[in-house]
């Protein structure tokens, strides 16, 4: 057995850890910690991450002793000018690594400027990469300090890079770039850089004059705005990037900042490797969708997912050679297909596949999986308890991991309900998952107050449902359900819209617009959530108390033929119940005829004064209270019939004795998904999506659309600032992701649509602390502008006055206007973000007390807090 590595010794034993060591000659030594995160781009690096699974790695990451079971992955970085040896060694001591670790780390290659999602979450305040390496003797920081130039590249983890020289030919009007003098750090601002990029512009600013002590200053600079600085600051300027020299690349000139796009469907491809006779071997068997089982554990395979990365996965039997030769393969695999250098390559093990990996797979399942209800794990475990009694009205508070994980958003009670007397007020129901069972007891439900409303289309419009027939769907029909819950703090309503399956497409539209419609009625305060039949999420079923029925027929409307009649419930029909609490309990109408029978299910049948409840054998006790309680508001005690145990009387019912299904139940999915969150945008034409690793509250940013996958639910996030035609096509871009996503997803899966400022629980408990007033307290780029100059008693600062003389004649509106908080509710052509020049010329100086010019020249901060002030921001 080989001698491991003296470095290794560094990693502690059974516990979590964050390690990088760099090649010096052709040694790994490690980094210090306070340089993490700083590369030298002529190097190369090998990067350890150990972390609890439901964990995140990276630079903060405390050595501890592991109590679950551990995640690890190696990256080896690669620098753009580092020496084939050098590299070499890198991916080399990877495997050696690996080795060490007992074959159980996901191995990753790293290219700079084509970084994964995963290695950039490793480092929150971004990556910075520095010119030089050992090879050059530039690799470490010396006493004759050179001025140097970065770029600055992300809005939500910087990548930090130095370019080649402090020169205009290099800049360009659409980035912002950092030039550190060590005296004095500069800003300069591309004027069509985007706000994100500027704030994080000035914190690397801030960064690096902290880094040279108490006699560095700042500078900030905007584009086209130098000449208009102090002249002693405009010389210092003019020193290095002369003005007389200034001729910037236009933006549109530059290449867009990556985004992963999501390619044809048809490109991801799995290839079998083998090396049977010592020679590899590689052949392709199929193209999407791919399915778990395609993968066989004597042998390795590769899934070509494009220019979006190259996966390898190496199964438990796979000889000794494929597992060390793995990623020297997969690079020969990029070569021979004419991929780019850069191209991402990642190696698993079987049973060690990383979320990402199986995301490209159709419904994978991990081994030794229980049945139940597939769920999205929210990061972090809730602490394991048996039969643990649990308030439901703590999912609003410390419990809203347990609101993302069942996706409920309260109790179901709100403030209504209509459990009928004669059916106890409390029933259990049992949560299974893989830490233990959660036991919530219901205990909320008052028959007498209302807070749900009910709408069907009809005829164009929506018009009431009588409360007695709340929860009695048609499958030809569409409704709109508003319900009104308590979140502890505040009232919040969520907006459903409920699709049958035969309703026709007119009324389905019908039934989105009046939600919409409704939705801006409250002032946009809404949560809208589209359900299709069969498909309705937790929070849906248990606002009905378990009693959601669904009947065939519906109303016959103007958008139908003009001879159909109204289809309604006849006085006798048969029941299907699915479900084992009032989470996920819905009953469906079937033909009233023995064959509709199944051995797994139980069954209610209504016939005129009887009712008939049949326990299939494979059904349980659960299902049969379920039952129970739908059958609850018949006249009479329904008489419990066990399979194997009829009399006539019940055959005689449903017209007689026929063969039915009695086959072995299929158990769904109880596969754990994690949570992933995305940035979708489409606004180029071109559908793109960009994952965020490691997610939190700060990842939303005001400017964006955000996609949360919850596996079972799909939520579009809507920033305040956000593109108004991608508000506009929240929906779509969420139905295009399900679409384009690898692992074959569901169409119907429900869609929530909802807006910042107003998440419910099941959204906000994704992202374990959530703060409602982070967007108040989030610095502008204004703002981070003036506590930069705030900070520099050394330097003069000048506020530029601009010529506002060109602000064009804009109709104008009264302040209660202009006060909607929602930009898709102000009038046409309103710019949300200075909705101050809308106001009469009167009406602007008695709310602020000066001149719209005289307002202007003001600060931007306090521009802003004196709009805020007034609700104008």
């Known amino acids: 057995m080989a001698v491991a590595d003296v470095a290794f010794r560094a990693i502690p034993k059974n516990s979590t850890c964050f390690i990088i060591w760099r090649i010096e000659n052709l040694h790994l030594v490690p980094v210090p910690r306070d340089k993490y995160g700083s590369f030298f781009t002529g190097d190369s690096y090998v990067i350890l991450s150990i972390a609890e699974f439901g964990d995140s790695g990276g630079v903060n990451m405390k050595v501890k002793e592991a109590k679950r079971s551990m995640d690890i992955h190696i990256h080896f970085w690669l620098g753009q000018t580092t020496s084939q040896d050098e590299a070499g060694v890198a991916a080399y001591k990877t495997v050696e690594l690996d080795d060490y670790l007992g074959g159980l780390p996901v191995q990753h290659r790293e290219v700079q400027g084509h970084e994964s999602k995963r290695f950039l979450a490793y480092f929150k305040h971004g990556i910075r990469l520095l010119e030089g390496g050992v090879a050059s003797g530039f690799h470490h920081v010396v006493d004759a300090f050179e001025p140097h130039m970065f770029i600055i590249k992300g809005k939500r983890r910087p990548i930090i890079r130095q370019l080649s020289s402090i020169a205009w030919e290099l800049m360009n009007d659409g980035d912002v770039f950092v030039i550190d003098t060590k005296h004095v750090v500069i800003v300069w601002m591309g004027k069509f850089a985007n706000n994100m990029e500027k704030i994080q512009g000035a914190k690397v600013a801030l960064k690096l004059k902290s880094e040279h002590g108490p006699t560095s200053n700042t500078l900030t600079v905007e584009d086209g705005e130098e000449n208009s600085l102090p002249i002693t600051e405009k010389e210092y300027f003019n020193r290095f990037l002369p003005l007389a020299n200034k001729k910037i690349t236009p933006h549109t000139k530059i290449k867009p900042d990556e985004a992963v796009e999501k390619k044809q469907l048809h490109e991801l491809k799995l290839y079998r490797c083998s090396d049977e006779g010592g020679t590899l071997k590689v052949t392709e068997l199929k193209t999407r969708p791919l399915h778990q089982r395609d993968l066989l554990s004597q042998d390795s395979f590769i899934v070509d997912n494009g220019p979006n990365g190259i996966w390898v996965w190496v199964g438990k039997r796979a000889s000794q050679k494929e597992r060390t030769e793995a990623m020297r393969n997969a690079q020969g695999f990029i070569k021979k297909k004419g991929y780019p250098n850069h191209t991402q390559v990642t190696r698993v093990i079987d049973c060690g596949e990383p979320v990402e990996f199986k995301a490209l797979f159709q419904g994978w399942k991990e081994v030794n999986q229980t049945s139940g209800l597939g769920k999205a794990s929210t990061r972090g475990n809730i602490a394991k308890t048996i039969q643990t009694k649990f308030d439901a009205a703590t999912l609003h508070d410390s419990a809203q991991r347990l609101a993302a994980h069942t996706q409920m958003i309260d109790d179901g009670s709100g403030e209504k309900s209509f459990i009928p007397k004669k059916v106890k007020?409390?029933?259990?129901?049992?949560?299974?998952?893989?830490?233990?069972?959660?036991?919530?007891?219901?205990?909320?439900?008052?028959?007498?107050?209302?807070?749900?409303?009910?709408?069907?289309?009809?005829?164009?419009?929506?018009?009431?449902?009588?409360?007695?027939?709340?929860?009695?769907?048609?499958?030809?029909?569409?409704?709109?359900?508003?319900?009104?819950?308590?979140?502890?703090?505040?009232?919040?309503?969520?907006?459903?819209?409920?699709?049958?399956?035969?309703?026709?497409?007119?009324?389905?539209?019908?039934?989105?617009?009046?939600?919409?419609?409704?939705?801006?009625?409250?002032?946009?305060?809404?949560?809208?959530?589209?359900?299709?039949?069969?498909?309705?999420?937790?929070?849906?079923?248990?606002?009905?108390?378990?009693?959601?029925?669904?009947?065939?027929?519906?109303?016959?409307?103007?958008?139908?033929?003009?001879?159909?009649?109204?289809?309604?419930?006849?006085?006798s029909y048969m029941l299907q119940v699915h479900g084992s609490s009032a989470m996920n309990t819905r009953a469906v109408q079937v033909e009233m005829r023995a064959a509709?029978?199944?051995?797994?299910?139980?069954?209610?049948?209504?016939?005129?004064?009887?009712?008939?409840?049949?326990?299939?054998?494979?059904?349980?006790?659960?299902?049969?209270?379920?039952?129970?309680?739908?059958?609850?508001?018949?006249?009479?005690?329904?008489?419990?019939?066990?399979?194997?145990?009829?009399?006539?009387?019940?055959?005689?019912?449903?017209?007689?004795?026929?063969?039915?299904?009695?086959?072995?139940?299929?158990?769904?999915?109880?596969?754990?998904?994690?949570?992933?969150?995305?940035?979708?945008?489409?606004?180029?034409?071109?559908?793109?999506?960009?994952?965020?690793?490691?997610?939190?509250?700060?990842?939303?940013?005001?400017?964006?659309?955000?996609?949360?996958?919850?596996?079972?639910?799909?939520?579009?996030?809507?920033?305040?600032?956000?593109?108004?035609?991608?508000?506009?096509?929240?929906?779509?871009?969420?139905?295009?992701?399900?679409?384009?996503?690898p692992s074959g997803r569901d169409l119907n899966t429900p869609i929530y649509r909802i807006k910042q400022g107003f998440e419910p629980p099941n959204f906000t408990g994704f992202f374990g602390i959530w703060d409602r007033s982070v967007w108040n307290n989030k610095k502008t780029y204004d703002q981070m502008r003036q506590e930069l100059r705030e900070d520099n008693p050394g330097i003069t600062h000048i506020n530029v006055t601009m010529d506002f003389s060109f602000i064009p004649d804009v109709p104008k509106f009264p302040l209660e206007v202009l006060a909607e908080k929602d930009p898709e509710k102000l009038p046409p052509g309103v710019d949300p973000t200075r909705k101050e020049i809308y106001l009469e010329e009167e009406d602007f100086e008695e709310i602020f007390g000066m001149k719209l010019l005289e307002f202007e020249g003001l600060p931007q901060w306090k521009k802003i807090a004196m709009k805020r002030k007034v609700s104008l921001f």
Request: charged share 30%; net charge negative.
């Open 596 to 741: 509709s029978l199944n051995s797994n299910d139980v069954f209610v049948v209504f016939r005129g004064s009887q009712v008939f409840i049949w326990a299939g054998l494979g059904s349980t006790g659960d299902e049969r209270e379920m039952a129970k309680l739908v059958a609850a508001d018949a006249p009479r005690e329904a008489a419990m019939v066990y399979e194997g145990q009829e009399k006539d009387d019940f055959w005689d019912a449903i017209g007689g004795k026929e063969n039915y299904s009695n086959n072995k139940r299929l158990h769904e999915s109880n596969n754990v998904n994690i949570a992933r969150i995305f940035h979708c945008s489409n606004a180029s034409g071109v559908f793109k999506v960009e994952e965020i690793f490691d997610f939190d509250q700060s990842d939303l940013i005001e400017e964006d659309v955000m996609i949360l996958d919850a596996w079972d639910a799909v939520f579009v996030w809507i920033g305040r600032l956000s593109n108004a035609e991608e508000r506009q096509k929240a929906e779509k871009t969420a139905e295009e992701y399900l679409r384009t996503d």
């Open 425 to 571: 007020t409390s029933f259990n129901f049992y949560l299974i998952r893989p830490t233990g069972n959660v036991d919530i007891t219901f205990n909320k439900f008052n028959a007498t107050d209302y807070r749900m409303k009910v709408w069907r289309v009809e005829n164009f419009d929506i018009v009431p449902v009588d409360r007695k027939q709340y929860g009695r769907f048609y499958g030809g029909d569409c409704y709109v359900i508003k319900y009104t819950y308590h979140t502890g703090t505040r009232e919040a309503t969520i907006i459903y819209y409920w699709l049958g399956k035969r309703a026709t497409n007119d009324e389905k539209g019908v039934a989105a617009l009046k939600t919409i419609e409704m939705d801006n009625e409250m002032g946009g305060t809404a949560v809208q959530v589209r359900v299709m039949q069969g498909k309705e999420p937790p929070s849906f079923l248990t606002v009905f108390g378990g009693r959601l029925i669904i009947f065939e027929g519906g109303k016959a409307s103007g958008f139908r033929n003009l001879n159909e009649k109204d289809e309604s419930v006849q006085e």
